[in-house]
C-alpha cells in the first residue's frame, strides 16, 4: 500500500483536528502537510485555538500545516492572517474565498500574498472564483487553490472536470497549487492524480482505508459475507 500511495505525484495532507493522530500519520511516511479548520477544531474540542495550533506546530515543524482564520470582517481576517503566519515558518493561512456576506476576500489575498504569506484560499467552487482572484495572487507567493471537489460531486457536478481545467489554469505558476479537498473515498486520490492535481486532503477516515488498495476482490467478498453473518449471529436473530 505504502509503495502505491508514494509512486503518485500527488501529495496526501492529512486533515483533522486530533493532535493525539499526529504522529500516527507521520508514521505512514507519505504524510505531505496538514490541514484543519474551525469546523475541525470544534468537532475535536478545541477549546484555545493559539494552544491548539502551538501545540500542533511543536510536534509538526518540517510539514506545511494550514491554519484558518476565522473573523468575517476584512481588516480582522487580515489581522488575524499575519498573526497565525507568525507563529511558524511551515504555517499556510487558509482564507475563504468570501466572507459570510459573499464578499470577495480577494483584497486580503492580494496584501498577504503580496508580503510572501503562504495562502490556501478555500471554500472553492467554481472556475469563476479562480478566475476572479487570480491577478489578485503574487505568483512569487506560495498558493493553494482548495476546490471542494467532494460537496461539488455532492451536487450531482463531476468535480474531475473543474480539476482538470484549474490545474491547466496555473500550469505556469510554480507556486500555485490545486488541491482536491473534501474526498469521500479512497478511489479520489487516484481521480484527482489521473487530473494532475497536485494535493489532495485525507480525513482519518479515509487514511484507515488505504489496506484495502488493491485487495483481493474474493477475499473481500468473503470477509462481508462473514460480517452479516457475525453480526446477525450477535444480534440473536431468529425467523
Not at 499526529?22 to 511516511?29: C, H, Y
Not at 503566519?85 to 489575498?109: E, F, H, L, M, R
Request: glycine letters at 4%.
Amino acid at each position: 500500500m505504502k509503495e502505491i500511495i508514494k509512486k503518485l505525484n500527488i501529495h496526501l495532507y492529512a486533515d483533522g483536528a486530533d493532535i493525539k493522530n499526529i504522529n500516527n500519520f507521520l508514521n505512514l511516511g507519505f504524510i505531505k502537510g496538514f490541514t484543519t479548520n474551525p469546523s475541525l477544531m470544534r468537532k475535536a474540542g478545541v477549546k484555545d485555538y493559539k494552544t491548539f495550533a502551538l501545540d500542533f506546530l511543536n510536534q509538526v515543524k518540517n510539514l506545511p500545516i494550514s491554519f484558518e482564520v476565522f473573523a468575517d470582517d476584512s481588516p480582522q481576517m487580515e489581522k488575524q492572517a499575519r498573526e497565525i503566519a507568525s507563529w511558524g515558518d511551515n504555517v499556510i493561512i487558509k482564507i475563504p474565498i468570501t466572507n459570510t456576506k459573499g464578499i470577495s476576500t480577494k483584497n486580503i489575498i492580494k496584501n498577504l500574498s503580496d508580503d510572501g504569506i503562504s495562502l490556501n484560499i478555500t471554500a472553492i467552487f467554481t472556475l469563476k472564483q479562480i478566475e476572479e482572484i487570480f491577478n489578485y495572487i503574487n505568483k512569487n507567493s506560495f498558493t493553494i487553490l482548495s476546490i471542494f471537489a467532494g460537496r461539488l460531486a455532492d451536487t450531482s457536478i463531476n468535480p474531475e472536470d473543474v480539476i482538470i481545467k484549474a490545474v491547466k489554469k496555473v500550469e505556469d505558476c510554480k507556486n500555485i497549487k490545486i488541491l482536491w479537498a473534501s474526498p469521500r473515498e479512497l478511489l479520489n486520490i487516484f481521480q484527482a492524480e489521473n487530473c494532475g492535481c497536485h494535493i489532495i486532503t485525507i480525513a482519518p477516515d479515509i487514511i484507515s482505508k488505504l489496506n484495502l488498495i488493491q485487495k483481493d476482490l474474493n477475499e473481500f467478498s468473503l470477509d462481508t459475507v462473514k460480517m452479516f453473518y457475525n453480526d446477525a449471529k450477535k444480534a440473536g436473530y431468529k425467523i
